[in-house]
Structure formats: C-alpha cells, structure tokens
C-alpha cells in the first residue's frame, strides 16, 4: 500500500510526505451505530494473526505455497480508480479457492485521494465533489467486493494515501469523502475499515471531534518492525478496541516461500476480514 498499491514511483513521492482465530461479533457496536436500527448484520470474521499486502494477488499456486503457517491473511486491491496494479488473478474463483486453503482476505479499495496530496492521481477529491465522490465510490467498493464472492458483513477498506492534514480545507473534504463512503458501505451491510498513516490519514481519523459516519476499524501505517496493534498504537486506550485494529509495521520485505518469491508489507492484524464461502 502506502502508494506503491497506486504505482511503485507514487509510493516514493508519499514516502517523502510522510516522512490466527476465527470469532464472531467483535466491533459490531462500531458499525452499526450509524445504521438503521432495523439493519440485521451479519456476525463479524475477525482474524487475529499476521498478514500481508502486495501490489498485485498472487497465482493460486503462490499462495499454496505461501500457507505455510506465518502468514493467515492477504490484503487484496479490490478497486478504486487509484489501484495501482492489475489484478489477473483477483477473480471469484481465486476468492473461493484461496479462502478454501484457509486464507482470510482484507478487501481494500483505493478510492479518491485529497486535493492537496502531492503527485498526480487518476481520481482526486475537491471540497464540491467530497460527499458525491465518497458515495458514488462506496457503491463501486460494494459492487466489486460482491463480484469477487465477499459478502455483505465483509469490511472494505479505504486507503487514504498521506497529506497534510494541517489544511484544514483539505483535511475537511477528505473527511467528508470518507464519512460518505462510510455511510454508503453500511447502507449495503458492509463494514468501514480505513488505511492511513499515523502522522497524517490516519490521524485525522483518529483524532476527529465528530465521530459521526468515521469508519470503525483502523489499518495504520507505522512501519517500526513491531508486530503489534497495542504496544505502538498511539491513540487513545479506548479507541478502535474489540478487534478492530491492524497495523502495516513492515513494508518492501521480499521474502520466498516454498519456491515463490513476493515483495510484500507485514500487518499485525486484530479487525475483521471479507466473509467468504
């Protein structure tokens, strides 16, 4: 993530700006808090493990070979205007039978990026176009998740590339887009999960007054090496708790496993994940 899911040469420029269980229920109270009070949800999967994302889903047989036991989930680019890489494997039949393995997947979704993001991007937010954008990309995220086999109950999550989030214009309409989106996922019964960075995306996330349609779990990025999703979270005790936390603690780790070679980002993971099957 962090750029290169865009394009190897934006994640270099965003570098700069910035400086195993399965069980049912934890977070829900996040998610549907803004719903209907009429809206029957599904039972979250949550996995707690380590996991992975890479530009690109791997071959089936990669990922074979790759369910060797230190890795339980995969981060795969379901959409957006802004993925990066192509997806010729990202099919329903990879969905089944990468989740028939035993492999828990993270549906992520690059959507619109800030308008005052440094670089060049496909899609980009402005002030005007923040909450039509926000919707009109939640009702893709939906439609694409579902095509590949992952349903309703299943989280998407946002990737929110860096920006300086000390423009409040800016930092404004990126929260708008992001309450939109939100608010269009649960509208289909799906979960708000959100990508960032913990010194900009991520914190205006965390950090925001108003609550109000903000998605209930957080993926950061704090690339420190340490496998944890408590020791270096750097919020509030309170916040983003009952397995709805993940963080991208490794990135650029090229790493062979029985034979195959992947250039990947580690995440320890404690949040829900797609629902497959």
């Known amino acids: 993530m962090s750029g290169h899911r865009q394009s190897k040469k934006r994640r270099y420029v965003i570098w700069a700006v910035a400086g195993a269980a399965v069980v049912a229920g934890g977070g829900v109270a996040a998610q549907t808090s803004m719903a209907a009070t009429t809206t029957t949800w599904p039972a979250q999967k949550t996995y707690t493990g380590r996991a992975f994302d890479t530009c690109a889903a791997p071959s089936l047989s990669a990922m074979k070979a790759w369910h060797d036991g230190f890795y339980g989930a995969a981060a795969v680019y379901v959409g957006g205007r802004n993925r990066g890489c192509s997806q010729p494997n ?28 440094t670089g060049s991007n496909p899609e980009k937010l402005t002030a005007s ?6 919707a009109s990309d939640a009702a893709d995220a939906v439609a694409k998740a579902s ?26 309409a990126v929260l708008t887009y992001v309450r939109a989106f939100d608010k269009g996922l649960r509208a289909k019964t799906y979960r708000a999960g959100y990508y960032g960075f913990t010194s900009s995306s991520a914190k205006a996330v965390a950090t925001a007054g108003d609550r109000t349609d ?42 062979t496993r029985g034979g195959y070679t992947i250039t990947v980002d580690r995440d320890a993971w404690d949040a829900p994940v797609a629902i497959t099957g």
């Open 147 to 172: 095509a590949l086999g992952m349903k309703a109950g299943s989280p998407i999550y946002l990737d929110m590339e860096s920006y300086d989030i000390t423009n409040k214009s800016c930092n404004d």
């Open 90 to 117: 990202l099919t329903a039949s990879w969905v089944k039978s990468v989740s028939s393995l035993g492999w828990r997947l993270v549906p992520i979704y690059v959507g619109a990026q800030p308008p005052c993001q």
């Open 129 to 134: 176009t923040a909450a039509s954008l926000g």
């Open 214 to 255: 903000l998605p209930g779990n957080l993926w950061y990025a704090l690339w420190d090496k340490q496998n944890t999703t408590t020791a270096d979270w750097p919020w509030g005790a309170t916040q983003y708790t009952g397995h709805s936390r993940a963080h991208q603690y490794m990135v650029n780790s090229k790493e």
